[in-house]
């Protein structure tokens, strides 16, 4: 049903409603320590996710204004901050720890602020001796001359040093985006060379033409490749292995949508099982070494695949659950024969090579952003790719991936991601609320933040809780590292949540809402999980 404004359904009315509310809202409540800065980046978190959720424009078209309003709000040289300066004076020594400053830097009667760098600012205790107009005289042991007293301890540029409107429009090159343009370049070719229909009889031929078994064949070779490689590369190569199987179906047949979804959930879990993974498994070990617990490649397996294998199998319930089949058999095609033209043949070569190059990235040290510039310069230099196959590449996905990136660069330069993780008193929480606000946090901030930052940016708070002591003797690094590298991998309810889930909504074959709620679900029975297994398996296995 049609709305009576601008066309919208009351659904994307409601979007467009509460995304241009949640652009406002920071600034109507009290939030603490939140600089300006951090103010509008909530603003801008929210709009974006309420757009995101409620399609008031399509998904992409958001990532585009995700960046619009980061240039002109949050940049160097917006109209907010182009202009700025922080107002910054030096405190006049009066002798004996007494200071004069102006008196507009009484950030109350008991604290100043001043800088310490740029972006940064020291909060520093002070007495109140005198009041003389427009200047006070204070008493403070820690105040040195050295530190320039903030005039004005609510200015817009109080805690946040603005990066040039590059660093937001950067993202559109960056490393991933490449990943993923070799990836659909990859996909793309495949298809007009049926070699992603020669894959499927490779692939699928073990599981039978049951649809239930399709779908469990398609869960789990995306998640043992997924295990080895880029998770985002095994979801490229993946995609091309169900359009030919969901180009059976009829177009009302929403097991369309469980296969579509298969392969980013798959390749989401299945990256947990590995130190290789996925980053975050990488990022909790590399703290973990740092305070001298080294994890092998097997002991960390001996603690995930557990729980990748329930999950995968929980996955693969939902999924039928959520998406029943009307069909009763797919007919795959079994006996045919690959193209052996020549330009076939140099796509076979260049797909196995990246693919190799991918898998053995650990043993060469090559990046897979830069192995992916392998398909993309030569499929189009050996003409296997032309230009009408290349306009044909979903753009769009790499924008809304773009503004995803740019939407986590924001986040950390105005301190909006620490602050939503530091406005909890971890040490007043006992062992099993600890994992699960862990969990909960870690899953919440990588829906919309990489998986990668999330878990750069709490492992060190783990790692100060653990130092810290306050936590007590039952307090498990490994274990707390552990939770915070699985559930980062299990935030999928949205398309910016990881790179799998932009490149299967570029099949076309998802609708948002389905990612929502399969994502969210799966999240919120992986939690559980990772709480069962943090009290009744992780501990006795861990080192």
Request: proline share 6%.
């Amino acid at each position: 049903m049609k709305a009576d404004f601008l066309g919208l359904t009351f659904a994307q009315l409601s979007g467009l409603l509460l995304g241009i509310f949640g652009l406002v809202l920071p600034f109507l409540l009290p939030l603490g320590t939140l600089s300006f800065a951090g103010q509008l980046g909530l603003g801008i978190l929210l709009l974006a996710a309420a757009f995101w959720i409620f399609e008031p424009i399509p998904i992409f078209a958001t990532s585009m204004l995700v960046i619009f309003l980061q240039v002109f709000l949050l940049s160097a040289q917006s109209p907010v901050f182009s202009e700025a300066e922080l107002p910054v004076t030096e405190p006049v020594d009066m002798s004996h720890s007494s200071w004069q400053i102006p008196a507009s830097a009484l950030k109350d009667d008991q604290t100043i602020l001043v800088s310490v760098g740029p972006g940064e600012t020291k909060s520093i205790h002070v007495s109140i001796t005198e009041r003389n107009g427009q200047h006070a005289i204070v008493k403070s042991d820690e105040l040195r001359a050295d530190h320039p007293v903030i005039t004005q301890p609510n200015h817009r540029l109080v805690n946040y040093d603005p990066s040039s409107y590059t660093a937001f429009t950067g993202t559109l090159a960056h490393g991933i985006i490449i990943l993923f343009l070799g990836g659909f370049m990859l996909a793309g070719a495949s298809v007009k060379y049926n070699l992603d229909k020669n894959l499927t009889r490779y692939l699928l031929a073990p599981f039978g033409s049951k649809p239930r078994f399709i779908l469990l064949g398609i869960i789990l070779v995306t998640a043992v490749l997924s295990a080895f490689m880029s998770n985002t590369a095994t979801a490229a190569m993946m995609v091309t292995v169900i359009i030919p199987i969901i180009a059976q179906l009829d177009p009302k047949d929403q097991f369309k949508y469980g296969l579509a979804l298969a392969i980013p959930i798959a390749a989401n879990i299945g990256g947990i099982a590995t130190p290789i993974g996925t980053p975050p498994n990488a990022i909790a070990i590399g703290a973990l070494q740092g305070q001298g617990i080294d994890i092998t490649f097997t002991e960390w397996m001996i603690v995930a695949v557990p729980i990748v294998l329930i999950m995968l199998f929980i996955s693969w319930v939902l999924l039928q659950f959520f998406f029943p089949p009307k069909i009763d058999r797919f007919k795959l095609q079994l006996d045919g024969k690959l193209n052996l033209e020549p330009k076939a043949i140099g796509l076979y070569i260049i797909f196995a090579a990246t693919v190799i190059l991918w898998i053995t990235e650990e043993f060469h040290g090559i990046p897979s952003n830069m192995i992916a510039f392998i398909p993309v310069a030569t499929l189009v230099a050996g003409g296997i790719l032309t230009k009408e196959d290349v306009k044909k590449i979903p753009w769009d996905v790499l924008w809304l991936m773009a503004g995803g990136l740019s939407l986590g660069v924001s986040m950390q330069a105005t301190g909006l991601a620490a602050w939503l993780i530091g406005g909890v008193d971890w040490a007043s929480l006992g062992y099993v609320a600890l994992i699960l606000s862990f969990a909960l946090v870690a899953v919440a901030m990588s829906n919309f933040l990489s998986n990668t930052v999330t878990a750069t940016l709490i492992m060190p708070l783990v790692i100060g809780l653990y130092l810290s002591g306050t936590m007590g003797d039952n307090f498990s690094l490994i274990i707390v590292g552990v939770v915070i590298a699985v559930s980062c991998s299990l935030a999928m309810a949205l398309p910016i949540s990881t790179p799998p889930n932009a490149i299967a909504m570029s099949t076309g074959f998802i609708r948002t809402k389905d990612m929502a709620k399969v994502g969210l679900t799966v999240g919120f029975i992986g939690i559980i999980m990772i709480l069962i297994m943090s009290i009744a398996y992780w501990p006795f296995v861990t080192p």
